[in-house]
């Protein structure tokens, strides 16, 4: 079970942190990712943390995103700076698959995030 | 990066059976996953790997995948089918993952 958390309005060139609460398993443990869908459109993959602090980014956000995730608290973290309008989506965040690890199998009902003046 | 190409839309009667499919070089060498999104709601995840069903997901969505082109099957599709359904597989670096456009589909 996943929830995401901080969504909102934010100007563009603002910052915003996600956050991504999980129960039901040890986020720390696990491969997470996070996955927006800009109003009217389709899934578009962002980023993703493997064991440790290992990351990668997609180039639209390369730069600004940062994942992160704590162990204490089992949660996920985006931090988004420089925001764009184009930022603007519903972000969720989801579990890569433990046993078939390119599949995304736990998602959460997602957060959204409007970039505009 | 890779990238995974559906078709915008497909349609079926009701009872009958409708392959959505996705295409993409990564395919050679990645699995491509299978995503059901209805409106409003989140994605789930409908079929994995080599023609995995997650638990809960009924027996009549079925996978495969030949060379570049991977396939979600629904056979006896049924009104609660209607949806968008999502492809994704790693890209080619392996550390990337993508999605494919999404394929609407309408039950008639």
């Known amino acids: 079970h996943l929830v995401e958390s901080g969504g909102g309005l934010v100007q563009p060139g603002g910052s915003l942190r996600l956050s991504c609460a999980a129960s039901g398993f040890t986020v720390s443990n696990n491969y997470m990712t996070w996955v927006r869908q800009g109003p009217g459109k389709g899934l578009e993959w962002v980023s993703v943390i493997y064991s440790g602090t290992t990351a990668f980014y997609a180039d639209s956000v390369k730069g600004r995103f940062t994942i992160s995730r704590d162990k204490a608290r089992n949660t996920l973290y985006l931090q988004m700076n420089s925001l764009r309008a184009e930022d603007t989506a519903v972000y969720y965040c989801?579990?890569?698959?433990?046993?078939?690890?390119?599949?995304?199998?736990?998602w959460g009902p997602g957060a959204m995030v409007t970039v505009s003046s | 990066s890779s990238e995974l190409t559906q078709d915008p839309a497909v349609s079926v009667a009701l009872g009958q059976t409708v392959r959505i499919t996705c295409q993409g070089e990564?395919?050679?060498?990645?699995?491509a996953s299978w995503y059901q999104q209805k409106p409003g709601q989140a994605p789930i995840l409908v079929m994995c790997?080599?023609?995995n069903r997650p638990s809960g997901i009924p027996d009549r969505f079925s996978g495969s995948s030949s060379g570049h082109t991977a396939s979600l099957t629904i056979t006896g599709t049924q009104a609660e089918d209607e949806a968008v359904y999502y492809c994704n597989s790693r890209d080619s670096s392996g550390n990337y993952w993508v999605f494919g456009g999404g394929t609407s589909l309408t039950v008639l």
């Open positions: 989801a579990r890569v698959s433990p046993t078939t690890d390119d599949a995304f199998d736990v």
């Open positions: 990564n395919l050679r060498h990645y699995y």
């Open positions: 790997g080599i023609n």
